[in-house]
């Protein structure tokens, strides 16, 4: 079974438009981590957050929000007032434990933003 | 900080050559990974090392590969002989395992065509 779902396979938005990319997990472990990354196309990864099981405080940085409820077991993204520079692949991803060592990464949300 | 350093950064191959893959970790981290990413499987971890010493080889997909880090600031992953289902992008990682809190970082990858 999938650790990480990204059910959004593609989605496209109209410049300024808001977007929201969806993440569901799946774990036992009481402590593990959850990550997002961007990857343009240039194709590298780049770190966009990371969160602990226990910090289930929302973060907003700057355009970019992220709502993780461990009730759904969700970590959801939201872009607000898009811009065409947020055109990738974006993806969500898990660490299980104190000290895991291993990225159960989703199958990645590729978003394009229309000018 | 210079980052993962991967090299090369596109490497063009026939099939049946030996190909080798290297990578440079930040200084300091203890951990080091190598993952592969195709459109069929996503993201996918090969092997990882903790303090040099391969822990978990499970992903490497056959015998055709073998990844060394002989020391702390340097890893290669080769594949002997290439084959053209080997092309797909390479991505090194490290980490501090110890306290995630320094995070992992992605190096910007080494896309491989197998010709």
């Known amino acids: 079974a999938q650790k990480v779902t990204q059910a959004q396979t593609e989605i496209s938005v109209v410049e300024k438009e808001d977007v929201t990319l969806d993440c569901v997990y799946e774990?036992?472990?009481?402590?593990?981590?959850l990550f997002w990354y961007k990857q343009p196309p240039s194709g590298e990864l780049v770190f966009l957050i990371r969160?602990?099981?226990?910090?289930?405080q929302n973060e907003i940085s700057g355009r970019y929000s992220w709502n993780f409820q461990k009730s759904t077991s969700s970590f959801n993204f939201t872009i607000t007032a898009s811009q065409v520079v947020d055109s990738a692949v974006y993806f969500c991803?898990?660490?299980?434990?104190?000290?895991?060592?291993?990225?159960?990464f989703g199958t990645g949300t590729s978003l394009t933003v229309i000018p | 900080d210079a980052g993962v350093i991967q090299s090369p950064r596109h490497e063009v191959t026939e099939m049946g050559q030996e190909v080798t893959l290297r990578c440079k970790p930040i200084?300091?981290?203890?951990?080091l990974f190598w993952y592969r990413q195709t459109m069929m499987r996503g993201l996918e971890l090969l092997i990882y090392?903790?303090?040099?010493?391969?822990?978990?080889d499970s992903g490497m997909p056959e015998d055709r590969f073998s990844a060394k880090m002989p020391n702390a600031s340097f890893s290669t992953l080769k594949i002997q002989p290439s084959e053209p289902r080997d092309s797909a992008v390479y991505f090194c990682?490290?980490?501090?395992?110890?306290?995630?809190?320094?995070?992992?970082?992605f190096g910007s990858g080494t896309r491989l065509t197998v010709v």
């Open positions: 990682a490290s980490s501090y395992v110890k306290s995630l809190t320094y995070g992992y970082t």
């Open positions: 774990t036992r472990d009481t402590t593990y981590y």
């Open positions: 969160r602990n099981s226990f910090d289930e």
């Open positions: 991803a898990l660490i299980e434990g104190d000290t895991g060592n291993q990225f159960y």
């Open positions: 200084s300091g981290h203890n951990s």
């Open positions: 090392f903790n303090n040099n010493v391969p822990i978990d």
